[in-house]
């Protein structure tokens, strides 16, 4: 027995499908409900995944709002699952694409990447050739109504949790700001954490993860999460001016 770090179910095999790189295609009926690919490989941050050779990013999944899997050097067959604006198969959980209908021989298995990923890592101009194809797929497209009633919520599990925040999600009062204000100079992560947590409706994420899942600039986020006094003072003088508006915009549904 070979081990892998990517499955592909023995009833769809992988092959070179031209300008998309390789794909899956289904070699034997498969079952609406069946797993057909589990993702492996590395787990790293997106200061990581940058670091890695186009040949690996371009096989990888975000399963978290600062972790990904990057595919083993050597392609595997589990690799190759592409994306269609409508899709034949999803999300199972953050590793595991399951075929959402019966698909039958030589269709080709592809689930829709704003399912999966909620960074601006992979964001392409789409030719999917379907009629619902949005023809360029984007980082926020978890947050659009339309996909997540078409997909009913079938989503990687850390998108689940964004779209549920967007309830909770809410502007900073005048006393919550004052109070950011009053304790920022003596535990300033603190003080921009609990504000956070508001802005976002998470209250229970990390500063990291809410850094990673907003709309801040990617050199931003590094800087933030690095510890620059200059990012946290610029970064609390945004939420006391607009009172975390642009993070509330930011978990709203499009
Ligand atoms: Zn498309």
Same mark, same amino acid.
């Given at each position: @027995?070979?081990?892998?770090?990517?499955?592909?179910?023995?009833?769809?095999?992988?092959?070179?499908?031209?300008?998309?790189?390789?794909?899956?295609?289904?070699?034997?009926?498969?079952?609406?409900?069946?797993?057909?690919?589990?993702?492996?490989?590395?787990?790293?941050?997106?200061? $990581?995944?940058?670091? @890695?050779?186009?040949?690996?990013?371009?096989?990888?999944?975000?399963?978290?709002?600062?972790?990904?899997?990057?595919?083993?050097?050597?392609?595997?067959?589990?690799?190759?699952?592409?994306?269609? &604006?409508?899709?034949? &198969?999803?999300?199972?959980?953050?590793?595991?694409?399951?075929?959402?209908?019966?698909?039958?021989? $030589?269709?080709?298995?592809?689930?829709?990447?704003?399912?999966?990923?909620?960074?601006?890592?992979?964001?392409?101009?789409?030719? &999917?050739?379907?009629?619902? &194809?949005?023809?360029?797929?984007?980082?926020?497209?978890?947050?659009?109504?339309?996909?997540?009633?078409?997909?009913?919520?079938?989503?990687?599990?850390?998108?689940?949790?964004?779209?549920? =925040?967007?309830?909770?999600?809410?502007?900073?009062?005048?006393?919550?700001?004052?109070?950011?204000?009053?304790?920022?100079? @003596?535990?300033?992560?603190?003080?921009?954490?609990?504000?956070?947590?508001?802005?976002?409706?998470?209250?229970?994420?990390?500063?990291?993860?809410?850094?990673?899942?907003?709309?801040?600039?990617?050199?931003?986020?590094?800087?933030?999460?690095?510890?620059?006094?200059?990012?946290?003072?610029?970064?609390? =003088?945004?939420?006391?001016?607009?009172? $975390?508006?642009?993070?509330?915009?930011?978990?709203?549904?499009?």
């Amino acid at each position: @027995m070979t081990l892998q770090f990517n499955r592909l179910t023995p009833l769809a095999r992988a092959e070179p499908m031209g300008a998309v790189g390789w794909g899956s295609r289904a070699v034997q009926p498969i079952p609406r409900g069946t797993v057909v690919a589990t993702f492996g490989g590395d787990a790293c941050d997106r200061r $990581g995944f940058d670091a @890695m050779p186009a040949t690996r990013r371009e096989r990888s999944i975000q399963v978290d709002d600062n972790l990904y899997i990057v595919g083993p050097p050597e392609r595997e067959p589990g690799d190759a699952v592409n994306h269609s &604006c409508d899709p034949n &198969c999803g999300p199972r959980n953050a590793t595991q694409i399951v075929a959402w209908r019966d698909i039958t021989p $030589g269709e080709v298995l592809t689930f829709d990447y704003g399912t999966t990923d909620g960074s601006d890592y992979d964001q392409f101009p789409c030719s &999917c050739g379907a009629s619902l &194809c949005r023809g360029q797929t984007s980082s926020d497209d978890w947050r659009r109504i339309d996909l997540q009633q078409r997909y009913d919520l079938r989503f990687s599990p850390y998108l689940l949790r964004r779209i549920d =925040a967007a309830s909770r999600a809410r502007t900073l009062s005048k006393a919550e700001r004052v109070a950011m204000l009053a304790t920022y100079d @003596m535990a300033p992560i603190a003080a921009l954490t609990t504000a956070l947590q508001l802005v976002s409706g998470r209250p229970h994420a990390r500063f990291a993860d809410i850094i990673h899942a907003s709309h801040l600039s990617l050199s931003t986020k590094h800087a933030l999460c690095d510890g620059d006094t200059n990012s946290r003072d610029e970064l609390i =003088a945004e939420l006391n001016e607009f009172a $975390g508006e642009p993070f509330v915009a930011a978990v709203s549904p499009l």
